[in-house]
Nanobody, 117 residues
Framework: QLQLVESGGGLVQPGGSLRLSCAAS????????IGWFRQAPGKDREGVSC????????NYTDSVKGRFTISGDNANDTVYLQMNSLKPEDTAVYYC??????????WGQGTQVTVSS
């Protein structure tokens, strides 16, 4: 089973930046896309961004366009989410995911991002 290990969450002031990391490992780590969801208290889990394994395709939810950037490091099987100009509305638990063969999806454990003064 693919394992996803997240890091980089924390507390940041409005307007600040954070970079989340998601490292994938496992002998069966054969995935075609990887990205991030987030879930704020009392709200549904929301897709934030994703990237194809080749890095040729990316997408973002409208609320983060121009502020967040997803990128990948194939040598380390790691995906990053650079988050700039953070707003209190970005406060959520951020979950890394990877889409595998046979319509299977693996999830990371989640990392808390809190944007507050």
């Amino acid at each position: 089973q693919l394992q996803l290990v997240e890091s980089g969450g924390g507390l940041v002031q409005p307007g600040g930046s954070l970079r989340l990391s998601c490292a994938a490992s496992g002998s069966n780590a054969d995935y075609y896309a990887i990205g991030w969801f987030r879930q704020a208290p009392g709200k549904d889990r929301e897709g934030v961004s994703c990237i194809s394994t080749g890095g040729d395709r990316t997408n973002y939810t409208d609320s983060v366009k121009g502020r967040f950037t997803i990128s990948g490091d194939n040598a380390n099987d790691t995906v990053y989410l650079q988050m700039n100009s953070l707003k209190p509305e970005d406060t959520a638990v951020y979950y890394c995911y990877a889409d595998l063969k046979f319509s299977s999806r693996s999830w990371g454990q989640g990392t808390q991002v809190t944007v507050s003064s």
